[in-house]
């Protein structure tokens, strides 16, 4: 089992910055991959930004060149760090892990982007 706490979402006014971050507990050596998805009010979840233990990362088109995913394996954390932000980033952002058998969530944390 593992387990996922998001932290670091907010208030922000547009062209602002926040990073996120998310702390894995439990089983957390049989983590192949971590991303960070979001989901806004009448939307989808989808995903935002992926990497693997070795460090390969993968973004969402709508955020590359404004926002990094980064992973500290040492201190089992991943982080979102979001640069640039607009309106149309609002949303639940959710941590999510993946050990080839199933997926972990997080609870989520809520980012508002004011224009």
């Known amino acids: 089992q593992v387990q996922l706490v998001e932290s670091g979402g907010g208030l922000v006014q547009a062209g602002g910055s926040l990073r996120l971050s998310c702390a894995a507990s439990?089983?957390?050596?049989?983590?192949?991959?971590m991303r960070w998805y979001r989901q806004a009010p009448g939307k989808q979840r989808g995903l935002v930004a992926g990497i693997t233990t070795g460090g390969t990362t993968n973004y969402a088109d709508s955020v590359k060149g404004r926002f990094t995913i980064s992973r500290d394996n040492a201190k089992n954390t991943v982080y979102l760090q979001m640069n640039s932000l607009k309106p149309e980033d609002t949303a639940v952002y959710y941590c999510?892990?993946?050990?080839?058998?199933?997926?972990?969530w997080g609870q989520g944390t809520q980012v508002t982007v004011s224009s």
């Open positions: 999510n892990a993946y050990d080839a058998f199933r997926n972990y």
């Open positions: 439990g089983s957390t050596r049989s983590i192949n991959v």
